[in-house]
């Protein structure tokens, strides 16, 4: 018979499994990054497992976790390790080409040129596909504030008819 930890081990790890795909895309999403997308994922389900025998009473454990990822990537600049560079540049990752490469490096780019909240905004409307409401709940603001305009900040994304880039 398996003990109280091991069972709730067990669950974390269960939970997390099912999620880690889907926190890997939002956080690379946010910060355009794989290294660091991992990073922020590591820190939120690091987090969650500390926090995770309070978790029973959550209703929405998975929107729980992706506001615990937003928060660390808006938390990451103001933390000092964060400024310390490895690398002068990011090193070459050896990829095939994707299909839509061009509209997914203006996605980036756009993204990059925007504030965090906003950059925040933008992934969890637009890429993640999460109302309105949602979205001021996690962020912390009215739902005014977390509306956001695309075709102001990627003009030639927003009127595409492909569809929606791919992310890693």
Not at 60 to 78: A, C, I, N
Not at 127 to 148: H, I, M, Y
Request: charged letters at 30%; hydrophobic letters at 40%.
């Amino acid at each position: 018979m398996a003990s109280k930890n091991e069972q709730r081990d067990a669950e974390y790890t269960e939970f997390v499994s099912a999620q880690l795909t889907s926190l890997r895309r939002t956080a690379f999403l946010l910060c355009g990054d794989t290294h660091r997308a991992d990073d922020l994922v590591q820190q939120a389900i690091t987090k969650l497992y500390v926090r995770w025998h309070r978790t029973r009473d959550v209703v929405h454990l998975d929107r729980y976790v992706r506001t615990m990822l937003v928060r660390e990537f808006l938390d990451e600049r103001r933390l000092s390790w964060a400024k310390v560079r490895l690398f002068g540049h990011t090193p070459d990752e050896r990829r095939q080409p994707e299909p839509n490469t061009d509209l997914r490096l203006v996605v980036r780019a756009a993204l990059e040129q925007v504030p965090r909240r906003q950059r925040a905004v933008l992934v969890l409307r637009f890429l993640c596909d999460l109302p309105v409401d949602e979205v001021a709940q996690l962020l912390g603001c009215s739902p005014a504030r977390s509306r956001a305009r695309p075709r102001t900040v990627w003009p030639r994304c927003a009127a595409t008819s492909a569809g929606r880039p791919t992310f890693p």
